[in-house]
């Protein structure tokens, strides 16, 4: 039987320490951890995970293209929302539309930033939370809206 090279390359490498838990009892909590909410301003592309508590300012249907994958029709909503540092459009689905009331103050949890045309858009997914919060005291800056600015991937060369 001939040696298998991998075999004779594994032999001479130092063994590497293992590192085991045990489990103490079957019903261990894990402590969450409060949420870090942020500003709309300090919202940046392709970044995901953001807590916000946010002011609907206007909501808007946008007409219906295609269906899901168990052949119901998607209801999508284009929703200008913001806080005191400024707006963004947040793209509503299904049941988050009939959340995105204008006036509402809501608590979008684990929300992410897509880029639609090279332009912003808040989206929270099947692993997020749109939910009613209080009214809020804040006033909605809506001279300065995220969702117009327009980004463009550059390549830059390694020199």
Not at 50 to 78: C, D, W, Y
Not at 90 to 102: E, G, H, L, S
Not at 108 to 121: L, Y
């Amino acid at each position: 039987m001939t040696p298998n090279p991998q075999m004779s390359t594994a032999a001479t490498t130092k063994p590497t320490q293992s590192i085991t838990t045990t489990k103490q009892s079957s019903t261990t909590t894990m402590e969450k951890r409060k949420p870090v909410f942020k500003k709309v301003d300090q919202l940046q592309p392709g970044t995901s995970g953001h807590t916000l508590t946010v002011k609907v300012v206007n909501s808007k249907k946008v007409p219906q293209r295609g269906f899901s994958m168990n052949q119901r029709p998607i209801r999508i909503a284009e929703c200008l929302v913001g806080d005191e540092t400024g707006v963004i459009i947040f793209t509503a689905r299904n049941k988050q539309i009939d959340v995105m009331k204008p006036g509402a103050t809501v608590i979008v949890r684990n929300a992410k930033i897509d880029m639609f045309k090279g332009t912003m858009r808040l989206v929270v997914d099947k692993w997020g939370l749109v939910e009613v919060t209080a009214p809020a005291s804040f006033a909605v800056k809506e001279d300065n809206n995220l969702s117009l600015v327009e980004y463009e991937l550059v390549n830059v060369p390694e020199e």
